[in-house]
C-alpha cells in the first residue's frame, strides 16, 4: 500500500525557512514522481515543484527559494523552503504518480497518491 507522511510545517516569520519532510512506504522512488502541492484557504491546489528520476521543476514564483531533493535510503522527499514569503502560507501536500509524462507533474489531477497535508504559515 502506498503511503505518504508530510511533516515539518509550522509557523515562521517572513524571510525563515522551514523544510518539509514526505516519507513514503509502499513504492520506489525510481517508478514513481513526486510532487509537491500547496493550497491556500479559498484558493485551488497547485503544484510548487516536483522530481522524477533526478530532473526537478519549481513553480515561477519559488524558483531560487525552493528545493527538492530525496534520500531514496529514508524513502523521504523534503522541500526545503528559504526566504519564506505570507503568500507562501498554505497546507503543503506531497504526492506521487506512477504515470510518466512530466508535461502533467506539476498538475494535481496526474497523481494517484496523497498525504494528508502540513500547514506552512507564513507571518509579516
Known amino acids: 500500500e502506498v503511503q505518504l507522511v508530510e511533516s515539518g510545517g509550522g509557523l515562521v516569520q517572513a524571510g525563515g525557512s522551514l523544510r518539509l519532510s514526505c516519507a513514503a512506504s509502499g513504492f520506489s522512488f525510481d517508478d514513481y514522481a513526486i510532487g509537491w502541492f500547496r493550497q491556500a484557504p479559498g484558493k485551488e491546489r497547485v503544484g510548487v515543484s516536483w522530481?522524477?528520476?533526478?530532473?526537478?521543476r519549481y513553480r515561477d514564483s519559488v524558483k531560487g527559494r525552493f528545493t527538492i531533493s530525496t534520500d531514496n535510503a529514508k524513502n523521504t522527499v523534503y522541500l526545503q523552503m528559504n526566504s519564506l514569503k505570507p503568500e507562501d502560507t498554505a497546507v503543503y501536500y506531497c504526492?506521487?504518480?506512477?504515470?510518466?509524462?512530466?508535461?502533467?507533474?506539476?498538475?494535481?489531477?496526474?497523481?494517484?497518491?496523497w498525504g494528508q497535508g502540513t500547514q506552512v504559515t507564513v507571518s509579516s
Open positions: 504526492a506521487a504518480t506512477r504515470k510518466g509524462d512530466s508535461r502533467y507533474f506539476m498538475m494535481a489531477f496526474y497523481y494517484d497518491y
Open positions: 522530481i522524477s528520476n533526478s530532473e526537478d
